[in-house]
């Protein structure tokens, strides 16, 4: 199977992702990179590194936005950042960063609660090429309607556009935001904790997970947030059918903000 | 002219149903209204319901129908088991999809035909997962979402039936679908109505 395959010569791990969405994926695949059948694509990107690299970009989702569900970041200004402000010092790790929109979106919400000086930002991601274009922070000028609409949903304090340059059809993102971001490739199937984090956002990740990848990332997170750290998940997402069900408490249910449990 | 209680039941005859899926958009509201009550005490099958609500705002499908039925109305959760006898709503903002060990799984891939959730992502994972055993059922709308799902459907084994464009509040959805595969019966909602409770009875 394609998906065993590309585990053994890339060691890119897919093997516990959920089915059905994978496998509109792959499709998708075969149509774009116009491949017959599964096993001609499995071919060309055994022998092809750069093939494999295009076929990344499908198996990723790197779909996202900025302020997806404003409610999230509201809590977070409300009922996460009071507790932050008692830290000298803050390590906060986006994991599944994919384009960064996310990044941008906690930044700009740490920058206007005094806090971002004091943070360094973990962001991680299985996708280099979504690293990229995190990094470069331009978005598409189309969607600023949108986002600056989310903005100020989610309890923005100035102009959206102060934040950013339009030029040539894309929003160039200030840098000063991304300064004390870190870009790192990192494997949430296959990679462990690399540092002890305040809070760890990780939206609509694990949703692509079957249960026993879920738990293992639960874990990960477990291990690598402080005493009383913080978890935000995606507005569907629920850690009811994990095995750290009880490890974490809900601080904002609605909007799935968890802190984790005193052992 | 459309066919009788008998004339339906031989159309299901040899068939055993494990799910229904249900789509609809423009006018479907209504429409559900009008069929889930169709729903008896005690029903088997889970009832999968997919419409299109505009972006950004929460579903209150599952309360409004969880009053009025006498099954259980939930919102479809990320990897929940699908229960018997249950009827699932998709939420807003994700796919629904349906796993091969029947249970749910979300997504936020790009919405399909300006929609997500999308009909033809739910009808799609729902007809590998039930092959022939799954009956999906097509109603009123104003884009094609769903016509691609039936006609996946149709060529898994499933069974078809979509609401007359005659009688749909918006006939675009049921005529795509048409369009795109032959459905096993095209019924008036009233029909389909009295088809929904036959799709229990047969067993293997």
Same mark, same amino acid.
């Given at each position: 199977?394609?998906?065993? #395959?590309?585990?053994?010569?890339?060691?890119?791990?897919?093997?516990?992702?959920?089915?059905?969405?994978?496998?509109?994926?792959?499709?998708?695949?075969?149509?774009?990179?116009?491949?017959?059948?599964?096993?001609?694509?499995?071919?060309?990107?055994?022998?092809?590194?750069?093939?494999?690299?295009?076929?990344?970009?499908?198996?990723?989702?790197?779909?996202?936005?900025?302020?997806?569900?404003?409610?999230?970041?509201?809590?977070?200004?409300?009922?996460?950042?009071?507790?932050?402000?008692?830290?000298?010092?803050?390590?906060?790790? !986006?994991?599944?960063?994919?384009?960064?929109?996310?990044?941008?979106?906690?930044?700009?919400?740490?920058?206007?609660?005094?806090?971002?000086?004091?943070?360094?930002?973990?962001?991680?991601?299985?996708? #280099?090429?979504?690293?990229?274009?995190?990094?470069?922070?331009?978005?598409?000028?189309?969607?600023?309607?949108?986002?600056?609409?989310?903005?100020?949903?989610?309890?923005?304090?100035?102009?959206?556009?102060?934040?950013?340059? #339009?030029?040539?059809?894309?929003?160039?993102?200030?840098?000063?935001?991304?300064?004390?971001?870190?870009?790192?490739?990192?494997?949430?199937?296959?990679?462990?904790?690399?540092?002890?984090?305040?809070?760890?956002?990780?939206?609509?990740?694990?949703?692509?997970?079957?249960?026993?990848?879920?738990?293992? !990332?639960?874990?990960?997170?477990?291990?690598?947030?402080?005493?009383?750290?913080?978890?935000?998940?995606?507005?569907?997402?629920?850690?009811?059918?994990?095995?750290?069900?009880?490890?974490?408490?809900?601080?904002?249910?609605?909007?799935?903000?968890?802190?984790?449990?005193?052992? | 002219?459309?066919?009788?209680?008998?004339?339906?039941?031989?159309?299901?005859?040899?068939?055993?149903?494990?799910?229904?899926?249900?789509?609809?958009?423009?006018?479907?509201?209504?429409?559900?209204?009008?069929?889930?009550?169709?729903?008896?005490?005690?029903?088997?099958?889970?009832?999968?319901?997919?419409?299109?609500?505009?972006?950004?705002?929460?579903?209150?499908?599952?309360?409004?129908?969880?009053?009025?039925?006498?099954?259980?109305?939930?919102?479809?959760?990320?990897?929940?088991?699908?229960?018997?006898?249950?009827?699932?709503?998709?939420?807003?903002?994700?796919?629904?999809?349906?796993?091969?060990?029947? /249970?749910?799984?979300?997504?936020?891939?790009?919405?399909?035909?300006?929609?997500?959730?999308?009909?033809?992502?739910?009808?799609?994972?729902?007809?590998?997962?039930?092959?022939?055993?799954?009956?999906?059922?097509?109603? /009123?709308?104003?884009?094609?979402?769903?016509?691609?799902?039936?006609?996946?459907?149709?060529?898994?084994?499933?069974?078809?039936?979509?609401?007359?464009?005659?009688?749909?509040?918006?006939?675009?959805?049921?005529?795509?679908?048409?369009?795109?595969?032959?459905?096993?019966?095209?019924?008036?909602?009233?029909?389909?109505?009295?088809?929904?409770?036959?799709?229990?009875?047969?067993?293997?």
């Amino acid at each position: 199977m394609l998906i065993e #395959a590309v585990y053994l010569k890339y060691n890119y791990d897919f093997r516990d992702y959920t089915g059905a969405s994978q496998k509109r994926r792959v499709l998708a695949a075969l149509r774009a990179m116009e491949c017959e059948t599964i096993s001609a694509l499995q071919a060309r990107v055994m022998h092809d590194p750069a093939a494999f690299s295009q076929l990344l970009q499908f198996l990723t989702i790197p779909v996202t936005e900025m302020f997806r569900d404003p409610d999230y970041y509201l809590a977070i200004r409300r009922l996460v950042v009071p507790f932050l402000k008692t830290y000298p010092s803050l390590n906060v790790w !986006v994991a599944g960063c994919s384009t960064g929109e996310e990044v941008f979106s906690l930044a700009i919400v740490l920058h206007e609660e005094g806090l971002l000086e004091r943070t360094q930002m973990y962001a991680t991601d299985i996708n #280099a090429d979504s690293l990229e274009a995190a990094r470069r922070g331009v978005m598409p000028l189309e969607k600023m309607r949108v986002y600056t609409e989310n903005y100020q949903k989610a309890g923005g304090t100035r102009a959206f556009s102060d934040y950013y340059t #339009a030029a040539y059809g894309g929003a160039l993102f200030d840098r000063a935001l991304i300064e004390n971001v870190t870009f790192a490739d990192h494997s949430l199937a296959t990679d462990s904790v690399f540092a002890e984090t305040h809070f760890i956002s990780c939206r609509n990740v694990m949703i692509y997970f079957n249960r026993r990848l879920q738990n293992r !990332v639960l874990g990960l997170f477990h291990d690598s947030l402080c005493h009383r750290g913080f978890l935000g998940l995606g507005s569907k997402e629920s850690i009811d059918f994990s095995t750290y069900a009880q490890r974490f408490e809900p601080l904002a249910k609605r909007e799935r903000i968890f802190r984790k449990v005193a052992s | 002219m459309t066919p009788g209680d008998d004339a339906m039941r031989a159309t299901l005859r040899g068939r055993h149903f494990e799910a229904v899926v249900i789509g609809g958009s423009a006018g479907g509201v209504d429409a559900l209204v009008a069929l889930l009550p169709a729903i008896p005490a005690g029903f088997r099958l889970p009832v999968l319901c997919i419409l299109h609500v505009p972006g950004g705002r929460e579903s209150r499908l599952a309360e409004l129908f969880d009053e009025r039925l006498p099954v259980p109305v939930r919102e479809a959760v990320d990897k929940e088991e699908i229960a018997p006898g249950t009827v699932y709503f998709a939420g807003s903002g994700y796919h629904l999809s349906v796993e091969r060990d029947r /249970t749910f799984s979300l997504s936020c891939e790009p919405p399909v035909h300006f929609a997500r959730p999308a009909i033809d992502v739910l009808m799609e994972s729902s007809a590998d997962a039930y092959g022939p055993g799954l009956a999906a059922i097509l109603l /009123t709308g104003a884009n094609h979402d769903g016509a691609d799902g039936m006609a996946y459907i149709r060529a898994r084994g499933g069974f078809t039936v979509v609401q007359d464009p005659g009688d749909a509040q918006v006939p675009t959805m049921p005529v795509s679908a048409i369009n795109r595969c032959k459905p096993n019966l095209i019924l008036p909602l009233a029909r389909i109505h009295a088809l929904l409770p036959m799709l229990e009875m047969n067993e293997p």
